[in-house]
């Protein structure tokens, strides 16, 4: 505060602007270093927070639905704002290169898939179509079976067992096999 006094009482405005600026880009440096240290902070006492409700829940303290409805409130508060700093992250991480080591971490920056959208070609649609009409008509024959429609289970040579079961024109097919997604919990707020 001195400086500026002294160089305010001088004729010099030259001087007394780069003394201003100068501390202006410190204080701005300083906040930024408390701001980054503050998150660093906030980062491990999270991970010491989740380490915790784990224990806690292993160990028969806590309910273990109440620690995943937390665990999910967190996640998504977490999946938001990724969403919304994603694109400045970003811009961020390409004017680094494509692959780089960035506080402890490798980072590497990967181009989008490549797809190809067929909606404008006929013969691929039809053939779609078709396939998903198909697809239907072996399901139903699935479900007709499982409920006890006719079907047989037929032996390969190689041992392995197959389901099968006839068309309007009495031909064997092969009946699909129905698989099963893993389970989960939905949440849904409700307050």
């Excluded at 070609?121 to 079976?145: D, G, P």
């Amino acid at each position: 505060m001195g400086q500026i006094k002294n160089l305010m009482q001088t004729e010099n405005l030259d001087e007394t602007t780069e003394v201003i600026k100068n501390i202006e880009m410190e204080l701005k440096e300083k906040e930024h270093i408390e701001k980054r240290e503050s998150m660093q902070l906030k980062r491990r006492q999270s991970k010491i927070f989740i380490d915790k409700v784990v224990e806690d829940v292993l160990e028969g303290w806590t309910n273990p639905l109440e620690a995943f409805i937390v665990f999910n409130d967190v996640k998504k508060k977490i999946d938001k704002g990724i969403k919304e700093i994603y694109e400045l992250a970003e811009d961020e991480s390409l004017a680094h290169g494509k692959t780089y080591n960035y506080q402890g971490y490798k980072i590497t920056n990967v181009e989008g898939r490549r797809s190809f959208d067929y909606s404008g070609c006929a013969e691929i649609v039809e053939l779609e179509k078709h396939l998903k009409e198909r697809k239907e008509f072996y399901k139903k024959a699935k479900i007709s079976s499982d409920a006890g429609g006719w079907s047989e289970v037929q032996t390969l040579p190689d041992g392995t067992t197959r389901e099968v079961f006839q068309d309007s024109n009495n031909e064997l097919l092969v009946a699909p096999t129905i698989k099963y997604s893993k389970s989960f919990i939905k949440i849904e707020n409700k307050l």
